[in-house]
């Protein structure tokens, strides 16, 4: 028997041994090892109609594909409906038109637009949203908004519009979180925006805000933390972004009166005062949509600043009210406070395949001082900053291979740009070794410590990769264009057709085997 044959029957007889074992011992192999989820981060958005998403989407367009959502707006008690509901895995990425409806944003767009730099399609983020217009937090009587709604008191366990929407956002948070858990997520909350208060902002209803908001903010905490299974106290960590009303809210109808608004936002200034871990946002900056009718609610550009400013302060950036990003092209801008508060710096990040272009800070073209992609400058209480980014192209250089595929496996890149490093790794397929790896004609050095080849490119370029001789039972040679040629092979080395039918015996015997040990 040739030495072939003798494997072949090594390698049935172990087949037969183990079929043994796996059918006649069937549950041993059957329970799944553990595997634990996956985090995603949550941001949680609720709220009356700016909230909810009544913005008009003009000139807002795009899709943000690092942040997806989960949301319903406008539930209605008496038919069950939504007018809008995005609440089915898997969830969409945040585009432009989850608002009330597709005509309209709310401050997921902007917040998704900043976020989307901070997460990647490995490691997701989830806005969640439950709101809708109109409706309350301090109600007793309800208003027809109220009526079709429900408000937001802290109501746990009622039945009647006082704290149906604060109920239907637990319904609907614990819904997005059974979902996730059971596709191998587990959400962590990182902060809940609440965009609310102009129904209030009248009587008595403006005098009990405060005292309601915390509750309010207790008892949510406890509610999610009993879903997220977390005390009250780990709860804490999750900040409440509070954005202001607008002082133009409402301008046009009979009873309007800036001084009633401002007066609102005295009081939502206060509450970081009383209210553990609260962070208030300057959106009173914005005066509402008066151009387009829209007076309850801010324009599409300006809501897409506003969320930008709810996700900056969500996630510890304490320049979210001094700072505004104006026009970021091609990267992005970190801002942040030195160690005494005295100074503001701003840090550039181009986006892959491009450099700084341009920034200017209030206007002023501060470029040349930012050669090395920071910029300080001085601060003092009041001031505010306005930021302008422009990135441009980076020179992209093609990278072509030259190698014996059957060989090796190369893990390298098809270009790099301008400034980067070509590294490509080598995987030997067999036995063979590098004999050498050129660049343009020139030898690729070795870095030990990554295990790479590595060099710098500054124009298209060619790698190519030889070997040294393979051992002669590989029975290969190479050839001058890089293909692999196969040798007949010495006689003895395959199968007779005696052999042939000896095999099929043996693989017949193995598949018997399994069926009676089965049965």
Same mark, same amino acid.
């Given at each position: ?54 913005? #008009? ?18 539930? !209605? ?41 901070? !997460? ?20 007793? &009587?309800?208003?027809? +908004? ?9 109501? %746990? ?52 805000? &405060?005292?309601?908001? &915390? ?5 949510? %905490? ?8 977390? &005390? ?30 401002? +007066?609102?936002?005295?009081?939502? %200034? ?132 030259? #190698? ?47 295990? +790479? !080849? ?24 190479? =050839? ?24 099929? =015996? ?14």
């Amino acid at each position: 028997m040739s030495n072939v044959m003798k494997k072949l029957c090594f390698m049935a007889v172990a087949l037969i041994f183990v079929s043994a074992i796996v059918f006649a011992f069937p549950l041993s192999f059957s329970a799944k090892a553990e595997t634990s989820a996956k985090t995603i981060d949550m941001y949680l958005i609720a709220g009356q109609s700016n909230a909810a998403g009544q913005s #008009y989407a003009t000139n807002v367009s795009g899709t943000f594909d690092n942040v997806l959502y989960a949301g319903e707006t406008n539930y !209605y008690w008496s038919s069950g409906s939504a007018s809008s509901r995005y609440m089915t895995y898997p969830y969409i990425s945040v585009k432009s038109g989850l608002g009330t409806d597709g005509s309209y944003i709310g401050p997921e767009f902007g917040m998704a637009k900043y976020l989307n730099g901070l !997460y990647n399609s490995d490691n997701k983020a989830l806005i969640f949203k439950s709101a809708a217009g109109g409706v309350s937090l301090c109600n007793e &009587t309800p208003s027809d +908004a109220d009526a079709n709604h429900g408000n937001w008191y802290p109501d %746990r366990t009622g039945t009647s519009f006082k704290g149906g929407q604060y109920r239907r956002f637990i319904q609907n948070f614990s819904s997005v979180v059974d979902d996730l858990r059971a596709n191998g997520y587990e959400p962590v909350v990182k902060a809940f925006i609440w965009m609310q208060g102009e129904a209030d902002i009248w009587g008595t209803n403006a005098t009990r805000y &405060t005292s309601v908001f &915390t509750e309010f903010c207790r008892s949510m %905490r406890e509610d999610l933390g009993e879903k997220l299974n977390k &005390t009250y106290d780990e709860m804490l960590d999750m900040p409440y972004i509070v954005g202001e009303i607008s002082p133009t809210g409402g301008y046009g109808r009979s009873s309007y009166d800036r001084a009633t608004n401002e +007066a609102f936002i005295r009081i939502q %200034r206060g509450f970081p005062d009383v209210i553990p871990n609260v962070k208030v946002v300057k959106s009173s900056a914005f005066d509402t949509d008066i151009a387009n009718n829209n007076v309850w609610h801010w324009s599409g550009e300006d809501m897409v600043t506003i969320g930008e400013m709810f996700a900056r302060a969500a996630v510890g950036d304490e320049t979210y009210d001094i700072v505004s990003f104006d026009k970021m092209e091609n990267g992005s801008v970190v801002a942040a406070f030195n160690e005494d508060r005295t100074a503001i710096e701003f840090t550039v990040t181009p986006n892959r395949g491009y450099k700084l272009g341009t920034l200017k800070i209030n206007g002023a073209d501060v470029t040349a001082e930012a050669a090395d992609l920071k910029y300080s400058v001085n601060y003092q209480p009041g001031d505010e900053f306005s930021v302008e980014l422009k990135c441009v192209a980076l020179a992209k250089y093609d990278v072509s291979y030259f #190698y014996q595929k059957n060989l090796a496996y190369i893990d390298g890149p098809d270009y790099v740009y301008e400034g980067e490093i070509l590294s490509l790794k080598i995987t030997l397929r067999t036995d063979a070794t590098v004999a050498s790896v050129t660049l343009n004609g020139t030898e690729m050095p070795y870095n030990s410590e990554s295990g +790479a !080849y590595e060099s710098a490119v500054t124009d298209d370029c060619e790698v190519r990769i030889t070997f040294n001789k393979v051992n002669a039972d590989e029975n290969q040679t190479a =050839s001058s264009d890089g293909e692999q040629t196969e040798n007949d092979g010495e006689k003895g080395k395959g199968c007779s057709g005696s052999d042939a039918v000896l095999v099929l =015996s043996i693989l017949g015997a193995v598949a018997a085997a399994a069926v009676i040990l089965r049965k």
